[in-house]
């Protein structure tokens, strides 16, 4: 979910906004055609074919926000069969006056959206075994179950014990994870731990809880045997993990973080702030890429939350930036991605979610000549949403990565038709290497496709058209249009300082 206003309201918002700003009028269109094309690869059809090629298949998921209550009716059986049996019960013959319930329960809840029901889970699955059937592993960036999932469990079990709400939750997710690895019997799925994956409510955790212990197990199931017991131990801790990639990925670390401790709106599930779990997670996270650094491992570092501005929010906050205002950031503090830029020369990716949009970052030092930073830059992607809550159509991402250098290649979105699953077809919303002419999605790809949107204030190119038409399933673009210039200067300057003189010199 993204913070203080998601996509599906925050939309209107950012047009009102342009209309006082600007005096303009604006007259979109939310419909599109996702346009088909022709893959930059083709998976291969045997483990010797990958070994040749020097790369391999992968997917990235995000946001699948899967909802156990969209069938009301059908829930207090789901709490009390095993995972096993969720299949079944969510197969079945919907429960009399589903719709009418679950219509009601979205207005008590006050629900923006409908998040991912059983029926697009599936139409999900299947359409990730149709495009990536030989992927070798699987990233979800966080957050497994539903939005506003406290009111609704409390809605149809009044007055509960604050461990069945946990059990509930744990089992929601462990189901997610059952049918991701029930349809890739065998490969690594890397999880990271999502806002809304709490055992006690949306962004409130407390270090060291049972929820932690509980769903480590569920995170570490499936993972090379030899990395479970780290697995567990440093999740249990802090819901974060540090692995080394499986086979037949090379010398790559994973570090998962769980960057809720780092967000403004965290706190314990007693309702308190506790800077304490954030600064230890920081301390962790500096000694494992200085330890990947000595050893000479190339790093993947995984989370949900991004680090840097939240172009959105500013916007629809009215933000005056060149008056001294500060913008929106993800997170409370710069020091992950001082991290990050401190150790880019181990880093080879960043992958996160949250936003439920299909964007990307750069992490760069600031202030500097850019021609000095070679080898100081890290490239993050954005992992565009299952869950249609903010009205986009779901999608996820199918990459070719190098498993020697761990770096992508090529990738593609594909996007369903619809926003139930119900007949949906998935097609390819497009393709990296043909839209944006570049071979890899590299550090020095992003430096130069950024430096092209910035020069492009008016969003004319094909490359700044192409950003537009993608990065909301569903042809948003025009919206984001009237604020190229402030969106584009969120994606090279992660701090407060670099975004306004970026903007102010934008300005001018």
Known sequence: MIPYIRMASRLPVLIVAALTCLSIGLAWTHAADAQEAEPASRP?????????????????????????????GKVKELAAAPVSGWRSILSARASAGAQQA?????????????????????????????????????????????????????????????????????????????????????????????????????????????????????????????????????????????????????????IVVNDLFLSPRYSTCAGNAD???????????????????????????????????????????????????????????????????????????????????????????????????SGRMTAIKLVPSISPVDGNNPSFTIARVNRSSAIIENYGVIAASNQTGIDATWAREYDYAQTYHESQFSPSAEEKLIAGFKADAAANTAESQGYLRDYFVGNMGRALALFWPQYTCALDNYTAKGYAACVCSASK
Not at 51 to 63: R, T, V
Not at 124 to 133: D, F, G, H, I, T
Request: net charge negative; proline share 7%; hydrophobic share 40%.
């Open 44 to 72: 291969h059809t045997a483990a010797s074919a990958q070994a040749e090629s020097g790369n391999i298949p992968a997917i990235f998921l995000s946001d699948i926000h899967f909802d156990p209550f969209h069938d009301p």
């Open 102 to 254: 679950f219509d009601e329960l979205q207005q008590t809840c006050h629900a923006k959206g409908v998040d991912t029901p059983f029926t697009l889970l599936r139409s999900s699955l299947e359409a990730m075994k149709a495009r990536q059937p030989e992927a070798r592993f699987i990233t979800v960036s966080g957050d497994l179950i539903a939005h506003a999932f406290t009111c609704r469990f409390a809605k149809l079990f009044p007055n509960p014990a604050a461990e069945d709400y946990q059990a509930f939750v744990v089992k929601t997710m462990a189901f997610v994870m059952y049918e991701l690895r029930a349809s890739f019997p065998g490969i690594p799925v890397y999880v990271a731990l999502g806002n809304n994956d709490s055992g006690c409510g949306d962004y409130q955790l407390t270090a060291g809880s049972d929820f932690l212990a509980q769903a480590g197990k569920v995170v570490a199931e499936g993972l090379p045997a030899s990395q479970k017991d780290i697995a567990l131990t440093e999740f249990g801790a802090g819901g974060y993990y540090s692995i080394a990639m499986a086979e037949p990925m090379r010398n790559t670390r994973l």
């Open 275 to 373: 800077p304490a779990p954030a600064s230890e997670q920081m301390r962790w996270l500096e000694g494992q890429l200085n330890d990947a650094r000595d050893a000479g491992q190339r790093v993947w570092l995984m989370g949900h939350i991004p680090p840097g501005i939240d172009p959105y929010s500013t916007i629809s906050k009215f933000r005056n930036i060149c008056a001294g205002q500060p913008p929106v950031m993800f997170l409370s503090s710069d020091t992950m991605a001082d991290l990050m830029v401190e150790h880019a020369d181990v880093i080879r990716l960043g992958i996160f979610g949250h936003t439920h949009m299909d964007e990307m970052r750069l992490l760069e030092p600031e202030g500097t000549d850019l021609h000095a930073t």
